[in-house]
């Protein structure tokens, strides 16, 4: 059973190491393609919570935040894989931050083509969240196994 549990956490990360190792070769000195790709959505997303909530996103250099994507994900893949509960919170802050960023949906009309393409990868990231919680709610609900004491041996007279 730990075997398969291990390869089914191995399977599970296998996007994030991916997406990761992408980045991080195309990273270059400005950020790569994800950083000249993020841009843009970030400031659309900057501009939506202020709109929505008064509040002023701080700015931000994008390389940085392809820096600590790609650190959150490779840092996280890693634990996560050996099944580290700290992993998945880290696998969990990547996600719960760059889902709403990355898939901007509510920026298009439900008739655009857009708006399909971008809500279904948003739900399928909504689906590696719900894993993530998931795998973080058994972890916490499982007994810890603690080591089996012998008991002491009945001294004969």
Known sequence: MALISFVGRLLFVSVFVLSAYQE???FGVDG????KALSPKFSAF?????SQTGLHLPPLEMKHLVLGAIL?????????VFGSSFGAYLLLLHQAIASPILYDFYNYDADKKEFAQ?????TQNLA???ALLFFIGMK????RRSAKKKAPKTKTV
Request: hydrophobic share 50%; charged share 10%; aromatic share 16%.
């Open 72 to 80: 959150l994900k490779g840092l996280g893949s890693f634990l996560f």
């Open 24 to 26: 991080f070769s195309e």
């Open 128 to 130: 590696l969240l719900g």
């Open 140 to 143: 916490n609900s499982m007994p």
């Open 118 to 122: 971008l809500f279904v990868k948003f």
């Open 46 to 50: 900057s501009k939506h919570v202020t």
């Open 32 to 35: 790569g393609p994800a950083a």
